[in-house]
Structure formats: C-alpha cells, structure tokens
C-alpha cells in the first residue's frame, strides 16, 4: 500500500490525517463517468494502517483504477490527543476511543467525503469494519449523500448482544453508575475496566450504551430491533463475516441473512462468510479483496 497521507478539518474543528493511496491505471477523458473512490472507516479504538487487510484491499482496488482512501477519526485509539481549530487558536483535545461520542462519526465522514469530492472522485463506496460498519450505515441514513453509491460492511459486530453475552447481569448495574457519573458532572471519569472491551469514560458508555443510544443499529441480539438505520439504506450493501471469533451472538450465516432481510430498501445486497477467517482476516486478506473488487465493480 503506498500513498499520500492528507490531512483535514472537520466541520466542527477536528484535524485528522488519513493515506490516500491513487491508481497509477490512467483515467478516462469520458466526461460521461466519474471517478470512482472506496473510502474505508476502521473500527473501535482502531487506526487507518494496523489492520493487514486494508492494504491488501488498497493493491487489488488501486490496481484496477479505484482511488482507495483509509481514514483515522476522532475515536482511532484508545486515548489519542487531536489539534482542534477554535476561536482562539489550536487547542489539544482528548478523545479516542474511550471519550467518542458515537453520533460525532457524522463530522468526520462528511469531511472525508468532502475531500474525496474535492479531488475528483463523484462516486464513492463507505467501507467500515467493525465498528466503523455501525458509522458508515448511521452516517448513510441521515444524510442520505448522494456521493455515497455503495455500502461494504466488513464483520459489524452486534455491540448490545454482545454486551449482554461478555458481561451478563452487571451491564445494568454498569449502565447505572454510567448515568449517575453523568448526572453529577462527572462523565469524564472512566468505567471500571470489568465493563467494557476497552476503557471507556462515562459519557461515552451512558451515551453509546445507554436507552438513547444510537448504536442498536444491527442488533441482532433483539429480535424486536427495528434495524431502522438499515432500512433507510436505498443503495446496494456488501456484508461479509469471518467464522472464527466474530463479535455477535448469532452464527455469522444467520446475521447475514436477517441483515439482507432488513436491507428492505437497498436494490442489491450480496452477503459473503469467509470461511476459517478471523475479525481482522489475517491470512484470508487477498481473499477478501477479491470478493470486495468483485462486488464494487458489479455495485458501480
């Protein structure tokens, strides 16, 4: 994988950098197309270059004329300092993943997709993994961009079934204490490490986890979950899981059919299991490049 690392300011003052990698395959003087870009959201806590795959994905794409852009966002690592713009200047401030706000994914894709846009590339493909699946599907069904052509979902875990599963009964005892931190002006203070996959602060989980969270958006765990969010998603979708480790409480052939059953808008949704792979498909990652070429050339 090799690139041009690019930075932007997302509309609410947030610096973040991001490695921009171009085909070398020329492109058409057609006025009658467009350039075509895959823009890839990494998962929780997680970063633009840890995961093997994603440079793998960057190769097979780059050489068949896409522009493949992998980001960093206010939640990559557990705790990270970013410059933000203000009024008075540049300021550090403390996120990462243990202080993001789930719904703020929605500045930092819009910024992302603003630059793509700015560089000539009309029709793009949102590509999460993990956790960054929950962000790319939110952002899609609020704002319903027109740039955005395509949806690539790579192993989105169920957060509340598997919250539920790892934690059992303490997670509402966790919740409790979460909202009683909040109402005491103490939400930066941090979880017990016992309630969550990784550190946490107070506003995160009560906000992410909490009765007005946002994130039950594939909750396979509820069989009532409305899955609203997906519903809304009139654009073709690509969903694959591993069958080693994955984060859900469902055999991975079973989430994927219930998410094509939910997909109730989309007018093409193609569902992969890539056998013996793990979450982050070390050793599967040409595998999956093929399938996710395949399926962007058929989506675009």
Request: aromatic share 10%; net charge negative.
């Amino acid at each position: 994988m090799k690139g041009e690392l690019v930075s932007i300011v997302t509309g609410d003052g947030y610096e973040l950098q991001g490695l921009l990698c171009t085909s070398s395959k020329p492109q058409t003087d057609d006025k009658t197309s467009f350039n075509k870009a895959i823009l890839h959201i990494h998962g929780l806590a997680g970063n633009f270059y840890e995961n093997r795959f994603v440079s793998v994905v960057a190769d097979e794409l780059n050489a068949h004329g896409y522009t493949f852009l992998t980001v960093n966002n206010r939640g990559s690592g557990v705790l990270s300092e970013l410059r933000k713009c203000t009024a008075d200047g540049l300021e550090l401030v403390e996120v990462g993943g243990a202080r993001e706000v789930f719904e703020d994914c929605l500045y930092d894709i819009q910024a992302w997709i603003n630059f793509l846009d700015s560089q000539g590339d009309s029709k793009i493909v949102l590509q999460g993994h993990s956790f960054g699946c929950y962000k790319v599907v939110f952002y899609q069904s609020c704002r319903s961009d027109p740039r955005v052509k395509a949806l690539a979902l790579i192993s989105p875990p169920d957060v509340f079934g598997y919250q539920y599963a790892k934690y059992g009964g303490r997670f509402q005892s966790d919740l409790e204490l979460a909202e009683k931190l909040v109402s005491k002006g103490k939400g930066t203070e941090f979880m017990p490490l016992e309630a969550y996959l990784y550190l946490i602060d107070a506003n995160a989980f009560w906000r992410n986890l909490g009765p007005n969270s946002q994130m039950g958006i594939l909750n396979y765990f509820d069989p009532q979950a409305p899955f609203t969010e997906l519903a809304q998603i009139g654009i073709p979708i690509f969903a694959c899981y591993g069958t080693v480790n994955e984060p859900v409480v469902k055999e991975p052939i079973e989430c994927l059919e219930i998410l094509k059953k939910k997909s109730v808008n989309s007018p093409k949704v193609k569902t992969v299991v890539v056998e013996n792979a793990t979450h982050r498909y070390l050793g599967h990652e040409k595998q999956l490049a093929l399938l996710i070429r395949e399926w962007v050339n058929e989506a675009l």
